[in-house]
């Protein structure tokens, strides 16, 4: 395995894993908006060095998340809807939650999001999980064309 476009930052660390094509992103602590900002910053940064074929999807694992501070859920919203433009995210995220908490976190952000993404995110219990319902929905897709 290769760490392609490493970063880090306070609360997430991120870096695209060149072997498989998948993006990991781990929380831990708090989430902070200036953690969520990061975030949205590697995604879109990401995403414009990399071609759509060669990237399999992205993993968000929040099971060392204790809080997330209360300016998460609108900045998530208004990170999504400046991300929606982009063409990749036709490309299925797979998000690890390890309580009742973070899922319902998880859940109210993609209530609030209206853009085609939502539609290709999946909440999973571990890392094996995500990576099996990532090469699932490439293989449904694949059946389609």
Do not use: C
Not at 41 to 56: G, I, M
């Amino acid at each position: 395995m290769t760490k392609l476009f490493t970063t880090q930052a306070d609360g997430v660390r991120a870096y695209l894993d060149d072997a498989i094509g998948i993006g990991f992103i781990t929380y831990g602590g708090t989430i902070t908006a200036e953690a969520t900002y990061h975030t949205y910053d590697w995604l879109n940064a990401l995403f414009d060095k990399v071609s759509a074929d060669s990237l399999q999807g992205i993993i968000q694992d929040y099971r060392a998340v204790s809080r997330f501070e209360r300016s998460y859920l609108s900045t998530v919203q208004r990170q999504n809807q400046k991300m929606a433009a982009k063409t990749i995210v036709d490309h299925p995220v797979a998000i690890i939650i390890g309580s009742l908490y973070q899922e319902k976190m998880i859940r109210m952000t993609q209530q609030l999001d209206s853009t085609a993404m939502a539609a290709h995110t999946r909440i999973v219990p571990s890392t094996q999980d995500a990576l099996t319902y990532i090469e699932a929905w490439h293989n449904r897709r694949e059946a389609w064309i």
